[in-house]
């Protein structure tokens, strides 16, 4: 997490909150959910096999009515897990009470509590502990086989987001796959540490914990809405992908999936738990909690909007040295102690630009030739100069833009090439997004800088809608076509464990070919509008000067 922890230094805002993909286009409050546009309720269609596809589907806990919207079947807020709010704040999930008759599910359930701030990205506010929720996408149209299933972790740094502002509905029916989304809890209500409650279980990792409920709730309740549970996909994005490894890399989530998707963040590392109740300790302190005897209750007994209040400022992620996290995921690939299942994970290659927008451009405050400097020096030490002289302001058109390709490079390229070279043993397919021009997914018009292939602005392709404005991208007919093709990499990748083995019917047979990564072809898949591109981990390597960074601690 030292990335993380040199850009909430030198920029003065909050990264994690910044990293938020969990931006809902709704209004403050607590349970606020994104608007959707749905077509009236159909009668049940018929599966391609004959088999009906109902819009009351029978779970463990009770039965569900859905929706038909976008031509497939959507059911909103289910819930996987009980409350984690009272007696169980801060304590592994519990399961879902059962109900009696049909529950609507037509609606999200409430976002997990985070605070919204237009400045950092987030723009969904709730106080809300009632929110383990999970939402399911799939075709009008499913036969008697199971369909693969992909369960989407949303992004936000651990202190932001919700699933249910990504629309899984045409991911769904291009790729004949089964989308599950899911909440988690964020901030300190998922990552805090302290002694006592290891007592009371495995402390810092509840958002964790929540993220293998839900995989474990998917394995029962899969074939009651056409999935197949031996074929489950966790896939996500940025924290998202990070917990993508992070699940990866705990023994408690073995067998919970079959393969794997991280876009921009696997192995981004996780703190240890000494310094992590360390940092428990202090806040807890400032909220009037320091008396350990009684710190667990006086916690428990403090408002939702208290502990959002005091949480800014300190970093929340997934802890090591716990049950649940035993190694830190670099040193679990490292040491071949993660779940060996096949991984198709990259990078987009101007992540940094998304994060030099949002803590200087969109405040009015470009970067200068001289703050340049500050940053680096107050972000890299003793390494600052040798930084400077890799990244020249000489070399780049502004100073936001070297700062940029710092950021790109150091926090996400050539840790992405590392995460490739450890999890070859398993399999893995590397991805470069590449984009130059992608439409602005975050509508940020006011950038003295192209925003091209920044941190997010591949999710677009993948789902087929923007996330934040929950609209059609307004693509050219070249990127038109390179979403449908990573459409149908990463859903034939859910289905087989490989991009290129073309499913029944699948209508994209041409795509190019991608070789999986290898010692003996260390090949990166290049996506990019037009072409068919690929480039070899040397040349990624050099272009992102990844060894320079290996000798930066």
């Not at 008759?101 to 506010?125: D, H, K, L, M």
């Not at 202190?159 to 909440?183: H, K, M, R």
Request: with cysteine; glycine share 12%.
């Amino acid at each position: 997490m030292a990335f993380l922890r040199r850009v909430a230094r030198s920029t003065g805002w909050l990264l994690p909150l910044a990293l938020t993909l969990g931006l809902a286009a709704c209004s403050a409050g607590a349970g606020a959910a994104p608007a959707r546009s749905v077509t009236a309720v159909r009668p049940a269609a018929t599966g391609a096999s004959g088999g009906p596809a109902p819009l009351v589907v029978q779970t463990d806990k009770g039965a569900v009515r859905g929706l038909h919207a976008r031509s497939a079947r959507e059911f909103f807020g289910i819930p996987y897990a009980a409350p984690p709010a009272g007696v169980l704040r801060w304590r592994p999930p519990q399961p879902a009470a059962p109900w009696t008759g049909i529950r609507n599910a037509t609606w999200p359930g409430s976002a997990c509590a985070q605070i919204g701030s237009v400045a950092t990205g987030v723009i969904t506010t709730s106080t809300s502990e009632n929110c383990l929720y999970l939402n399911v996408y799939t075709p009008v149209a499913v036969g008697r086989g199971g369909l693969p299933v992909m369960v989407w972790i949303h992004g936000g740094g651990f202190t932001g987001g919700q699933g249910a502002i990504y629309d899984g509905s045409t991911l769904a029916t291009q790729g004949q796959v089964i989308v599950v989304t899911i909440n988690y809890r964020l901030g300190a209500l998922g990552s805090l540490a302290l002694p006592g409650l290891d007592r009371e279980g495995a402390s810092g990792d509840y958002g964790l914990m929540d993220q293998q409920a839900a995989l474990r709730w998917v394995q029962r309740n899969a074939r009651a809405f056409g999935g197949d549970p031996h074929d489950v996909t966790e896939f996500g994005e940025s924290a998202g992908a990070a917990s993508v490894c992070d699940n990866m890399a705990s023994p408690a989530a073995a067998g919970l999936f079959a393969r794997a998707i991280a876009e921009s963040g696997c192995l981004l590392g996780a703190p240890s738990r000494q310094p992590a109740e360390t940092s428990g300790a202090t806040f807890a302190a400032r909220l009037g909690c320091a008396d350990t005897a009684t710190q667990v209750a006086c916690l428990r007994g403090k408002s939702v909007a208290s502990i959002l209040q005091v949480q800014s400022g300190f970093g929340w992620a997934p802890v090591a040295d716990t049950p649940v996290l035993p190694l830190s995921p670099p040193a679990a690939f490292a040491a071949g102690r993660y779940s060996h299942v096949p991984l198709l994970q990259g990078t987009n290659h101007d992540e940094g630009r998304f994060f030099v927008a949002l803590g200087h451009d969109l405040l009015g405050r470009p970067l200068t030739a001289a703050q340049y400097d500050q940053v680096i020096r107050a972000s890299y030490g003793a390494s600052a100069a040798a930084v400077l002289a890799a990244y020249p302001l000489s070399g780049y058109p502004s100073p936001d833009l070297a700062y940029a390709q710092v950021l790109t490079d150091s926090g996400f390229s050539c840790p992405a090439l590392r995460a490739d070279e450890l999890a070859q043993r398993s399999g893995v397919y590397a991805y470069e997004f590449s984009d130059p021009s992608p439409p602005d997914d975050f509508n940020l018009t006011t950038l003295t800088f192209p925003l091209g292939a920044a941190h997010s602005t591949e999710l677009q392709y993948v789902f087929g809608r923007i996330p934040l404005l929950d609209t059609v991208p307004p693509f050219s007919t070249a990127q038109l076509a390179l979403s449908r093709q990573m459409i149908a990499y990463w859903t034939r990748f859910a289905a087989t464990g490989s991009p290129n083995r073309g499913l029944s019917g699948d209508s994209a047979q041409t795509a190019p070919s991608w070789p999986q990564f290898s010692a003996i072809r260390p090949d990166i898949q290049e996506l990019v509008p037009g072409a068919a591109a690929r480039e070899s981990s040397a040349q990624f390597a050099a272009a992102h000067k990844c060894a320079f960074w290996a000798g930066i601690g």
